[in-house]
Each structure stands twice: as structure tokens, then as C-alpha cells.
């Protein structure tokens, strides 16, 4: 079973940078397929982005497009999420997730391995 530990929020401007990293523990980190997701206050968690097991394929919601970038990094047991030109509507507890597909999975009950979340707000 995997343990997922978030880090890396914080308070930035709008147009800045933050990296969100996730640290996993206890189980075999390569076998896992690795997403982000995020909930604003009064709304559902929602998908960001997800990156497959061996990291030669990824998947954005359309928002993040060209601003995230999904990695990670087998050898740590660590995945990223690298987010630049920030936004006001980017503010949200980001959450990493494990699943055990081996398909790019977007969907909250297809992950099965949850870290506490991170805080990341964007100041206008």
C-alpha cells in the first residue's frame, strides 16, 4: 500500500511559479500510474492532470494546458507538477493520487491511493 505526501504549496502572485512535489512511500512507485487533482472551496475535486507509469505519457485538463507540466521521477519515488503563469482560478488544495490502470485515468474512484493535500493560493 502507498503513502502520498504532498509539498511545495504556498501563496504566489498571479503569473508566477510554484512546483508541487509528491512523495510516495510502501509500495512500488514505478507500477503506479500518478495524477494531480484539485478542490476549490464549495466545489467538487476535479481532475488536473495524470502521467502514466514509465512518464512517456500525460494528460491535462484543458485549463492547465501549456501552464502545468506533469512529471515524475521513479528513481525518488517522487511526482511533479511544475505550474507556471499562475492564475487567481488556479487557487485549490491540490491532492496527488495513485492508481494502479495502467491507462491515463481521469476519474476520482479510478484512483485508489490519496495524499493530504497541499495549499496553493493565487493572489490578483
Known amino acids: 500500500q502507498v503513502q502520498l505526501v504532498e509539498s511545495g504549496g504556498g501563496l504566489v502572485q498571479a503569473g508566477g511559479s510554484l512546483r508541487l512535489s509528491c512523495a510516495a512511500s510502501?509500495?512500488?512507485?514505478?507500477?503506479?500510474?500518478m495524477g494531480w487533482f484539485r478542490q476549490a472551496p464549495g466545489k467538487e475535486r476535479e481532475f488536473v492532470s495524470v502521467i502514466s507509469r514509465g512518464g512517456s505519457g500525460e494528460s491535462y485538463i484543458d485549463s492547465v494546458k501549456g501552464r502545468f507540466t506533469i512529471s515524475r521521477d521513479n528513481a525518488k519515488n517522487t511526482v511533479y507538477l511544475q505550474m507556471n503563469s499562475l492564475k487567481p482560478e488556479d487557487t485549490s488544495v491540490y491532492y496527488c493520487?495513485?492508481?494502479?490502470?495502467?491507462?491515463?485515468?481521469?476519474?476520482?474512484?479510478?484512483?485508489?491511493?490519496w495524499g493530504q493535500g497541499t495549499q496553493v493560493t493565487v493572489s490578483s
Open positions: 493520487a495513485a492508481a494502479t490502470s495502467y491507462l491515463l485515468v481521469t476519474k476520482r474512484n479510478q484512483y485508489g491511493y
Open positions: 510502501g509500495g512500488t512507485f514505478s507500477s503506479y500510474t
